[in-house]
């Protein structure tokens, strides 16, 4: 029922009609979800410890090494880096080998890293990170 002084009964507003269900979101993929991850922490905007359950010790330590100078940081008033595509290759079943090509400050860069799956929980975790030379 509509109230007094409205022009009627609600509408949808939404693409679906009856018994239809909301599309669904598209699932990303872990290797560009990662290299995200990665060029937010190598650029300044996050810090090194959101990746902390996400990445094995070795990669970790990298990011910590990495990341005080944020290599990816854009100059003053340039633009936030982003990630120009992500590569992969599967050496073997639950792992990836994974490279980036980051636009950042006026320069394109590489960012390698791999994934593991973690045995006992099977979540995909960073084991190794490398970026291009560091200026």
């Known amino acids: ?32 979800w ?18 902390l359950g996400h990445a094995r010790a070795p990669a970790y330590e990298r990011l910590s090494v990495l990341a005080p100078s944020a290599p990816l ?21 639950g792992a990836i080998e994974a490279f980036a090509r980051v636009t950042a400050g006026g320069r394109t860069r590489a960012l390698a890293f791999r994934l593991e799956r973690h045995p006992a929980d099977g979540r995909w975790q960073c084991c190794a990170v490398e970026l291009d030379a560091v200026p």
């Open 1 to 32: 029922m509509s109230k007094p002084g409205s022009r009627g009964p609600r509408r949808r507003t939404d693409a679906r009609g009856p018994g239809r269900r909301p599309p669904r979101a598209r699932r990303r993929e872990p290797q560009d």
């Open 34 to 51: 990662f290299a995200e991850q990665l060029v937010l922490v190598l650029s300044g905007q996050r810090p090194v410890h959101v990746l």
């Open 73 to 93: 940081r854009p100059p003053p008033g340039g633009r936030a880096p982003t990630v120009g595509g992500v590569g992969l290759c599967r050496p073997r079943d």
